[in-house]
């Protein structure tokens, strides 16, 4: 489970069984049709997807370009994260786990995972960071009704990586009878390539939307990045693309200049983190530094794998967005086209709207919308002094 020298299984010896036990599964599941069907089915009888590629007119006349938009948030739940989801909610009835634990930041994978054990009849427990549960409450709300346990975190920073580490805490107890939900692109082999083939459906689908649409492929493909599920699911779609521009868009916070941020690519080193080499936000010493971003989905100080690998190709190009400019962008969204987007996928937007002055009128970009932003509503409210 190599990119180049980045990803691995950095992990205590007492969870490289269930790696190995996943693995191997994973490929057993794969090559066998009748799971393939079914999850084929599930995704598109349940989940809603393919998603739609919608044209963004209103913003595309603000933003000087073409702008397309890969709609993720009318997925079941409303996110990407349902994909990726029912792949490992199907994985772990195949191997006989009665029980999934998840980590979530935003809330969206640990919906997904209850709405997911839900359909399937598994016990769900979600860890989520303190500070998390507060500024997502409505999708605490939502796990609890849909059956799920959410397990608030009050160590570290109280945000996703916190919730990961307890994760993995409960795993090394629990390996028999539970299956490990990972919800991003990110951790320890076989995570960050099985998730990726899980979401890449968005990349596959919005490639030949693409081409019905324009008769050409984008100019660009752009999302934001935290563990980076969402964005390594666009960009494997075009990786073989030369022309297809790949941007992931980090979450800078408050500037990467001031410290505060979760730029983990631009403003990070390589170094392990979650049982992966990778690249994350560290101090000399090799301590994980506490991340800053006003979207809990993108405060996290690693990101998977295999965008270190893109980054360092140059395959792949990696930006901050500030809180300011993706709020900007939020607005942007909901007063040119109706549409209220998670703060996360605000990321990618405002990423769009510096590219297309970039590029120019020319220019087609697509964006991945991630998901919808009825759980940042209260946040959102807040910050443009609405309530
Ligand atoms: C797994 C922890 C990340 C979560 N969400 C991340 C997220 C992200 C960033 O996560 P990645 O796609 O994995 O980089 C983007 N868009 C939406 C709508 C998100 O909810 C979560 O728990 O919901």
Known sequence: GHFGRFGGRFMPEALIAPLDEITRAWQEAQADPTFTAELDRMLREYANVPSPLYEAHRFSEAAGARVLLKREDLNHTGAHKIRNVIGQALLAKRIGKPRCIAETGAGQHGVASATACAYLDLECTVYMGEVDTERQALNVARMRMLGAEVVPVTTGSRTLKDAINEALRDWVASVDTTHYLFGTAAGPHPFPAMVRELTRGIGDEARAQCLELLGRLPDAAVACVG?????????????????????????????????????????????????????????????????????????????????????????????????????????????????????????????????????????????????RGDKDVHTAAQYFGLI
Not at 227 to 241: C, K, Q, W
Not at 264 to 281: D, F, K, N, P, W
């Open 227 to 371: 563990g980076g599920s969402n964005a390594i699911g666009l960009f494997t779609g075009f990786v073989a693309d030369p022309d297809v521009r790949l941007v992931g868009i980090e979450a800078g916070g408050d500037g990467v200049e001031t410290g505060r941020h979760a730029a983990t690519i631009t403003g990070g080193s390589v170094g392990v983190l979650h049982g992966a080499r990778s690249y994350l936000l560290q101090d000399e010493d090799g301590q994980t530094l506490e991340s800053h971003s006003i979207s809990a989905g993108l405060d996290y100080p690693g990101v998977g794998p295999e965008h270190a690998y893109l980054a360092q190709t140059g395959r792949a190009e990696y930006r901050p967005a500030t809180d300011a400019q993706a709020m900007a962008a939020f607005e942007l969204l909901c007063k040119t086209e109706g549409i209220i987007p998670a703060i996360e996928s605000a990321h990618a937007l405002a990423g769009a709207l510096t590219l297309a002055q970039e590029l120019g009128p020319d220019a087609t970009i697509l964006v991945n919308l991630s998901g």
